[in-house]
């Protein structure tokens, strides 16, 4: 075992001095970049649909998705009234996406009018969390369905986070979990995350994740100068 | 890479092999043994619960709790009111169980009167597919409010497994996935599929799936006479 160790503990390292160009290429270029990781189905294509649409005209985004089999997402992203770029990048079963799977995307991905680059990592709360994609935040979305005790369950998701969007709001009153247990639940694990209670479905909530991102835009381009 | 592929496969062959002495195991005792597979907050503890319960003074249940963090699944099990045997393997952030997890596991697991043992594996749709645990057959518990098109998008969980439960179906009329869609890319993915539509909640659609277990061990017990 220790052989495989070593070689894991290789790739991850390249991963990183990947994932640091990268970063250092989107600050260039001024972008804000989001990793958004969540279990499959928590809604990250859904919150990602209300962001662009909220924020049309005023900010433009462009979207790297990643699945393990299909392009369902990107097809969504890119039937939603706002035109924006969007690269699929489809891992063929792998539980997370890497460094060198963006820097592929990047490529192909117009960026010159964008001031947020967003990556939808693979539906996967525990693989993905170990990966730095050049990303200047990971945002973990849980849904309250999925149970309020997911962040003791899941914690490195929430440890790696500086954000979490708790969606799926509007579902509380038909199910046992509850909006303030999960909340200081993911507090608890990390008591510097920014929490957002949303429902992507009623808009329940976004204002407060939409003054977020700009606000970490205004940060990142003040850092930048 | 290439180096890290043929660790990789030495260590998924050793995984193979071990998990083939396990199954044997498993069939000299006469058990049959599940291995349940989903995203995290799927459903798998609380089906888990509701199997239990309604099975009590017929079959007897011996359960294998795998997590990346907590024992709360575990104490859950502890909890309700049918007396069951429980190990939990706690993976440390690990994002799928093998198979010298289960046979620890094995040596702590009180089986003697077990008709049935189930693994309950880490939450996550992708990772423990590729990991024979040396059950007789893989479960897969998807949930409605996961999205329908989780069959499309996860494809290698409903691959690899011989039955489908799509859980919380009691929660289709405040949502937009529709059972009879989930149960279609369901059979779509692999038309093999014994599929069930249940809610733990209100126990609708439980009755089909002990049903199913009743059959399952009946099988197993006639062919390993």
């Not at 894991?8 to 970049?33: C, M, P, W, Y």
């Not at 490529?107 to 709360?125: F, K, R, S, T």
């Not at 038909?174 to 507090?187: D, Q, W």
């Amino acid at each position: 075992m220790k052989q495989s160790i070593s070689v894991l503990k290789d790739i991850t390292e390249a991963n990183s001095l990947l994932a640091d160009n990268l970063r250092a290429g989107f600050s260039q270029r001024n972008l804000l970049v989001l990793n958004i990781i969540a279990s499959p189905g928590a809604g990250k294509t859904s919150l990602l649909e209300r962001t662009i649409e909220m924020l049309d005209g005023e900010l433009r985004f462009s979207i790297i998705e990643g699945d393990p089999a299909t392009s369902i997402d990107a097809e969504r992203i890119a039937a939603i009234g706002v035109p924006v770029p969007v690269v699929q990048i489809n891992t063929q079963g792998g539980c997370h996406l890497e460094a060198r799977m963006i820097q592929k995307a990047v490529e192909q991905l117009e960026m010159a009018d964008a001031d947020v680059v967003v990556i939808e990592n693979v539906g996967n709360l525990i693989c993905p969390t170990g990966w730095d994609l050049g990303e200047d935040i990971k945002v973990v979305v849980a849904s309250l369905p999925e149970g309020d005790d997911k962040p003791l369950k899941y914690p490195m998701a929430f440890v790696t986070a500086q954000a979490a969007v708790i969606n799926k709001i509007d579902l509380e009153p038909y199910i046992r979990a509850k909006t303030t247990v999960m909340r200081e639940n993911a507090l608890t694990i990390n008591p510097d995350l920014a929490v957002f209670e949303v429902s992507c479905i009623t808009g329940q909530g976004i204002d407060e994740w939409l003054d977020w991102i700009r606000e970490q835009l205004a940060k990142k381009r003040t850092t930048s100068k």
